[in-house]
Structure formats: C-alpha cells, structure tokens
T-cell receptor
Framework: EDQVTQSPEALRLQEGESSSLNCSYTVSGLRGLFWYRQDPGKGPEFLFTLYSAGEEKEKERLKATLTKKESFLHITAPKPEDSATYLCAVQAVYTGTASKLTFGTGTRLQVTL | DTEVTQTPKHLVMGMTNKKSLKCEQHMGHRAMYWYKQKAKKPPELMFVYSYEKLSINESVPSRFSPECPNSSLLNLHLHALQPEDSALYLC????????????????FGPGTRLTVT
C-alpha cells in the first residue's frame, strides 16, 4: 500500500529563519510527487510537481527537491505570509482504472515576526 | 487561469434536508474530483469524473450523489446526511485523469464548509 509521511507535524519559525519540510514516501512506482499549500478553511493551492530523483523546482522562497525515497520543501528566509499547511501527495504507477493521489497529513508552518 | 469555483462557501443543513454543492471550471479540464476534508486531515477522494462519466466512486454512502451535467460543471447532491458528514468539501480538476504513463496536477477550488445539524 502506498504511504506518505510528512515531518515535522508542526513547525514554528521566526521571520528569516530558513528550514526544510520532509515528505517520505513508499510507493510501488512513483509517477510524480506534488506539493500543495493550504490556508485554513481553503482549498489546497498547487505549488510543484516533481517527476524523478534529482529534480529541483523553485518558486519565490520555496525550493522542492526529490530523491528516491523522499522530497524536501526548503523555505528560505520565510515571511509571515508563508504560514500555512504544506501537503505532499504522490501519484503511483498506473495499475488499474486510474492512478489516485496519496496525501501526507501535512506540515503546519507558522512564521512569526 | 487555474481557477475552480465552488458554491456555496458555507452550508448548514439538517439531517432531513436535501441540498447541492456546485463546482465549475473553465480550464477545459476533462477530469473533475470531489474530496472530503476533516480538520487537520488530508483530503480524502470521494468521486472522479472523466469526460463527464463517473470513473471512481470510493465506496461513498449513497446519501452523496454526484452529477456532471457538462464538462465544466460538477454537482454533489446531499440527502439525509449525518452530523459526522460535516467537513470541508473540495472540488478539483485536472487536464485529464491520470492513466498509464502520464500525470496531471489537480487544481482545487476554495471548498464548501458543510455543517450538518
């Protein structure tokens, strides 16, 4: 069974204090890994898709990387507006009628002044 | 434009009521999804429509009835719900449904906060 584990569960940073969020996965065959940002009471906002080990993508203060077992979301010099829950999801190799996303439980990030 | 819209934003309904949630996208996407999300939990897939046909039903109780009137619209009809059905209901769409050898990111709407009393 496909599994996705995110750590830490919650993270509190001061403005400007860089850190990384981890997403470890166990899937039968990875087709892609997604990162989403979710603000309280709102829908997830798509951030990145990573396809293969060694791939990196960047968007403003965020950088996502992928290895064969895990993905990291690096946050450089975060600002309070980066506070949100960050969700990781994997899509496994197609084996049936469709390939579904398996989500992790998320990391709740709070950035304070 | 990667916008998915959902109405209403909030809904309070009694256990004997019938109501509907609506979702719309104008990105030309051919796959649409309903998810249920409880507080501090990840989204749980309920239904997938592909080219306006129901493709996946994740063993959802029959008190939830999906409908896809056309390629841009997705409805979720609610009837005789239970208090434990209170949650954030999310609609999403993607260019196509993932099949062998391909992958498509899903774009989510803002959700409908449903409270069943």
């Amino acid at each position: 069974e496909d599994q996705v584990t995110q750590s830490p569960e919650a993270l509190r940073l001061q403005e400007g204090e860089s850190s990384s969020l981890n997403c470890s996965y166990t899937v039968s065959g990875l087709r892609g890994l997604f990162w989403y940002r979710q603000d309280p009471g709102k829908g997830p906002e798509f951030l990145f898709t990573l396809y293969s080990a060694g791939e990196e993508k960047e968007k403003e203060r965020l950088k996502a990387t992928l290895t064969k077992k895990e993905s990291f979301l690096h946050i450089t010099a975060p600002k309070p507006e980066d506070s949100a829950t960050y969700l990781c999801a994997v899509q496994a190799v197609y084996t049936g009628t469709a390939s579904k996303l398996t989500f992790g439980t998320g990391t709740r990030l709070q950035v304070t002044l | 434009d990667t916008e998915v819209t959902q109405t209403p934003k909030h809904l309070v309904m009694g256990m004997t009521n019938k109501k509907s949630l609506k979702c719309e996208q104008h990105m030309g996407h051919r796959a649409m999804y309903w998810y249920k999300q409880k507080a501090k939990k990840p989204p749980e897939l309920m239904f997938v429509y592909s080219y306006e046909k129901l493709s996946i039903n994740e063993s959802v109780p029959s008190r939830f009835s999906p409908e896809c009137p056309n390629s841009s619209l997705l409805n979720l009809h609610l009837h005789a719900l239970q208090p434990e059905d209170s949650a954030l209901y999310l609609c999403a769409s993607s260019q196509d449904q993932a099949r062998k050898g391909d992958i498509y990111e899903q774009y989510f709407g803002p959700g409908t906060r449903l409270t069943v009393t």
